[in-house]
């Protein structure tokens, strides 16, 4: 079952422009994650906010949390051609106790930036 | 450098046979993952490992088997019970005690 809904499912920019992309999600959390994914590639862990935490900063990537409303926001500043590429959201909904948990991924949004 | 590879890019199945998929790290993380990708559906979890021989299923497990003999290494065997196995898999793996996973750069299989 999916627990992150990014949204838009596509978004084009232009360089240069801000890309802002948001992610629901329906259960409790404890941290939410940002990955990037270039096309036919892995994903690429970007940034980590946690449940007690409502905005973080990495560079120009500016993350928002809101566990009332169970959204979460990335925002991509002065893009880059080299932004070009699929987000997803990813939340850790399953701890078994023993170390480690299991991340439940949304189906991302593609952000293609126009040079 | 450390990191995950996954084995091999391309792999082609015919109807009714076994494939088995590659992946290993180097990064003495201790859990590691195997999600399944298709166009427009998102990451879906097959199965998960967080220590040496023993491992759990994830979402989608049926059709699919893995075995962790070894801390490095995870390998997915797609059965011929899987009865839609194109896709796009990806392995995942991360430390205890840490956030992110690292992932490989993914075998995309197709059925022939």
């Known amino acids: 079952s999916q627990q992150g809904e990014e949204d838009p499912q596509a978004l084009s920019i232009q360089e240069g422009e801000n890309a802002t992309m948001n992610c629901s999600y329906k259960?409790?959390?404890?941290?939410l994650q940002w990955y990037r994914q270039n096309s036919g590639r892995g994903l690429v862990h970007l940034i980590l906010?946690?449940?007690?935490?409502r905005e973080k900063h990495s560079g120009r990537l500016r993350v928002t949390l809101d566990t009332s409303k169970k959204s979460s926001s990335l925002l991509i500043t002065a893009s880059r051609a080299a932004d070009t590429a699929s987000y997803f959201c990813?939340?850790?909904?399953?701890?078994?106790?023993?170390?480690?948990?299991?991340?439940?991924f949304g189906k991302g949004t593609k952000l293609s930036v126009i040079p | 450098d450390g990191g995950i590879t996954q084995s091999p890019k391309y792999l082609f199945r015919k109807e009714g046979q076994n494939v088995t998929l590659s992946c290993e790290q180097n990064?003495?993380?201790?859990?590691m993952y195997w999600y399944r990708q298709d166009p427009g559906q998102g990451l879906r979890l097959i199965y998960y490992s967080q220590i040496v021989n023993d491992f759990q299923k994830g979402d989608i497990a049926e059709g699919y088997s893995v075995s962790r003999e070894k801390k490095e290494s995870f390998p997915l065997t797609v059965t011929s019970a899987q009865k839609n196995p194109t896709a796009f898999y990806l392995c995942?793996?991360?430390?205890?005690?840490?956030?992110?996973?690292?992932f490989g750069s993914g075998t995309r299989l197709t059925v022939v």
């Open positions: 259960t409790s959390i404890n941290n």
């Open positions: 990064l003495n993380h201790d859990a």
């Open positions: 990813a939340t850790d909904v399953s701890y078994s106790g023993a170390g480690s948990y299991q991340l439940t």
């Open positions: 906010i946690r449940s007690n935490e």
């Open positions: 995942a793996s991360t430390r205890w005690g840490t956030y992110g996973y690292t």
